[in-house]
């Protein structure tokens, strides 16, 4: 059976495309103003890479926080949408299936998902701010005049401890400016904003308790300053898996194959 | 969408609908108007012995202030005004939701009827009959007081301290009745002497046993909606059980929930239910957040309905234990009371079982009447609002949330505000109420 699985995430659209429960394509992009023709676009360069046509894609599955955009709605007509959290604990099952704790960072939204055989028991969402995702992340790169990308490496650099806020970006950021203001390293400032984002994830995915194996997923997964401190504040270790952030788009793909589950 | 195929139940609206828009639209113009009729207006909390008062004459008439906040919040242009005239008096947005806004509609010097009229003057209370349930409460009517004096008026004002605790056996202790009925017989005094009125101990004993008949009614009717499907739903309820807390101790309001709890047993007979696809039943908790409600409608999307929850049940309604371990409509007492001294005991001895109060004192005795209501209003999910309004509800939330999952029952927390709609956001909220269903393998049925 072939099923894709479509994320349209806050800031990027990921595709996958499943043939008999194995990965033939992946595909992401910037989701743009239009988020039907950002999604659409990177549906068809999933396709292309896949060798396949829209009509051979028996059943196609949406999740993400724009997953309604592209429901019955063409080019890809999905038909049916599903929910992060339900999305990424059937995927991060299918990559780890003895997976029983999922912590999916994404640029806006943090969850933390308790999972039995794949399914959800409990979960946690942040709320409102986007203080403990990727965003802020970004937010507070632009505040050090640092590539994004660079971030994760340059707090590794670092082995102290300087305490910081992450429950308000903007906050954030006027504490940044004075630590830069205090003659700080730029290094030991990348490593208060990783820490100070795993502290409050952590406190959000302990509200429904840690059980192992942990699995990090999202595209702040990607960011390696990021797993160590949170392995620290969780006492656990985390299992990050190759194409963190493709995990949540399996699962939708992973549940349009097994409508049932 | 494709619409699923789930059992459709007859439904049909509640006949007493409009008569209990009628009182509630009566009680707050019977508050505005009560001076042109020679009467008299307290002002007071909803938890408050209002029937203590009603000794005073049948023309005293008062505002309960948690209900007036709920209805400030529903209409949020009023609400906004409301909230802005308290911060700019100096007021931090974290007090009590309802306090704030009772506050600003003073402030603003304007009072909102029922259907959203806002009259130009706040009508000023004759005197203040509180209690003091929570930290807001001990400071609410203080201020109240303190507002009025300033626009020159001087409001006497009369506290009830009740902090003895939750009795969880079935008797208070003597020492505890003594010490409040203490006050009350003050307070009595305390009322002739402001008011100028010579108290009749008949028309107390009258109120009293309204009250205690009235809040046993609201149990019975609540415990009726343990049949499937629920012949009410939680939505509707809201509009029910505020007739408890304006006026439970006046006759209109046992004659009210007389006629609702005999239409609620024929709507039983009859099956006939409040929401028509009923397949997943959940129960709340705390104060909803007053201008969204329309959030119970979009769970009607997915076949959920709410059955009420320990607020609703267990502001107004009385509860016990009955030898059977069911949680029950509370046994009213034998016989009506008869003089001053029978009828302080008795409303002292009938309130302090309130079950709300243990949200206060023991928070693994809210969680015990939580897993038995749903188990016994056969409930598939807990629905816990973590009110930011509401510091004395919210009190322990955290822990009910530990103890319903230890029980096995699914929880979804939302955060909220029950009066201050810059708290709570809808999209969000509904966004992972749509995971929390899609985790529990529900669908939605149609859009």
Redesign the interface.
């Known amino acids: 059976m072939i099923t894709a699985g479509v994320d349209v995430g806050a800031k990027f659209a990921k595709v996958v495309i499943l043939r008999d429960g194995q990965v033939v394509a992946r595909a992401k992009a910037l989701v743009g103003f239009d988020v039907l023709k950002s999604a659409s676009e990177v549906f068809e360069t999933a396709l292309k890479e896949s060798g396949l046509s829209r009509s051979e894609v028996q059943k196609v599955v949406a999740t993400g ?1 724009g997953r309604n955009a592209v ?2 709605k063409p080019p890809i007509n999905a038909d049916e949408a ?5 999305a990424d ?1 059937a995927g991060a099952h299918q990559v780890v299936p003895t997976v029983k704790t999922v912590i999916d960072v994404g640029a806006e939204e943090g969850r933390g998902i308790k999972v039995e055989g794949g ?2 028991k ?4 942040n ?2 701010c986007a203080a403990g995702a990727g965003t802020f992340v970004e937010a507070m790169a632009r505040a050090l005049e640092v590539n994004v990308e660079d971030m994760g490496a340059l707090s590794l650099k670092s082995a102290n401890t300087i305490p910081m806020n992450a429950q308000c970006c903007v906050f954030a950021e006027s504490e940044v400016v004075s630590l830069i203001h205090s003659k700080i390293s730029k290094e030991d400032i990348a490593k208060a904003i990783h820490d100070a984002i795993a502290g409050r994830i952590s406190s959000m995915v302990l509200r429904v308790g840690v059980e192992r194996d942990v699995v990090l997923i999202g595209g702040v997964a990607l960011n390696p300053g990021f797993k160590p401190p949170l392995e620290k504040e969780l006492h656990a270790s985390i299992i990050v898996p190759e194409f963190p952030e493709f995990v949540s788009a399996l699962g939708a793909a992973v549940i349009a194959a097994n409508p049932t589950r | ?1 494709t619409e699923l195929q789930v059992k459709e139940y007859p439904t049909q609206p509640l006949k007493c609908w409009e008569q209990a828009k009628n009182i509630r639209k009566n009680y707050y113009e019977d508050y505005l108007r009560a001076h042109e009729k020679g009467g008299l207006r307290w002002a007071g909390g909803a938890w408050t012995f209002s029937a203590i008062p009603a000794g005073l004459g049948e023309d005293v008439y008062c505002v309960t202030g948690e209900p007036y906040g709920a209805t400030v919040a529903f209409f949020k242009d009023f609400a906004a005004k409301c909230h802005d005239a308290t911060e700019a008096a100096g007021f931090p947005r974290t007090l009590c939701a309802y306090m704030r806004n009772y506050w600003g509609s003073i402030l603003l010097d304007k009072y909102i009827l029922t259907d959203g009229t806002v009259v130009d003057g706040y009508p000023v209370p004759d005197f203040i009959w509180q209690d003091h349930i929570c930290c807001s409460h001990g400071k609410w009517y203080q201020l109240v007081k303190w507002l009025e004096k300033k626009r020159g008026k001087e409001v006497p004002m009369y506290c009830v301290d009740v902090s003895v605790g939750y009795p969880t056996d079935s008797d208070i202790e003597e020492y505890k009745v003594n010490y409040i009925v203490g006050q009350l017989n003050d307070g009595i005094e305390w009322l002739e002497k402001v008011t100028g009125r010579r108290y009749s101990d008949q028309l107390l004993c009258e109120a009293v046993w309204n009250e205690i008949k009235a809040t046993s009614l609201w149990a019975e009717i609540c415990a009726l909606n343990q049949a499937v499907p629920a012949p009410l739903d939680e939505k509707t309820m809201y509009s029910l059980y505020v007739m408890g807390t304006l006026m439970k101790h006046k006759p209109e309001c046992v004659s009210f929930y007389q006629t609702l709890r005999d239409e609620v047993k024929e709507r039983v007979r009859r099956g006939i239910a409040a929401v028509p696809h009923e397949r997943y039943r959940v129960i709340t908790d705390t104060q909803p957040p007053w201008g969204f409600l329309k959030i119970f409608r979009e769970m009607e999307k997915y076949g959920a309905v709410s059955v009420g929850s320990l607020y609703t049940f267990g502001l107004i309604g009385m509860w016990e234990y009955k030898p059977d371990g069911t949680w029950s409509p509370r046994s009213i007492p034998p016989q009506k009371p008869q003089t001053r001294e029978e009828a302080l005991r008795a409303i002292v001895e009938w309130t302090m079982h309130k079950p709300e109060w243990a949200h206060f004192y023991l928070p693994e005795v809210k969680t015990k009447m939580m897993t038995d209501i749903v188990k016994q209003w056969k409930v598939d999910a807990v629905l816990l609002h973590y009110n930011r309004g509401c510091e004395g509800l919210s009190l322990h939330i955290a822990e009910n949330r530990f103890g319903l ?1 230890q029980a096995g029952v ?2 979804f ?1 939302f ?1 909220g505000n029950m009066g201050d709609e810059r708290d709570f ?1 809808f999209a ?1 909220t509904l ?2 109420l ?3 269903f ?2 529990v393998g529900l669908k939605k049925l149609k859009e």
């Open positions: 926080m429901l019955q599903v929910s992060e959290v339900v604990a399914k959800v409990d979960f946690v969402i709320e409102r | 969408m999952i699914p929880v927390p955060e956001d969000g966004a992972r749509t995971a929390f899609e985790s």
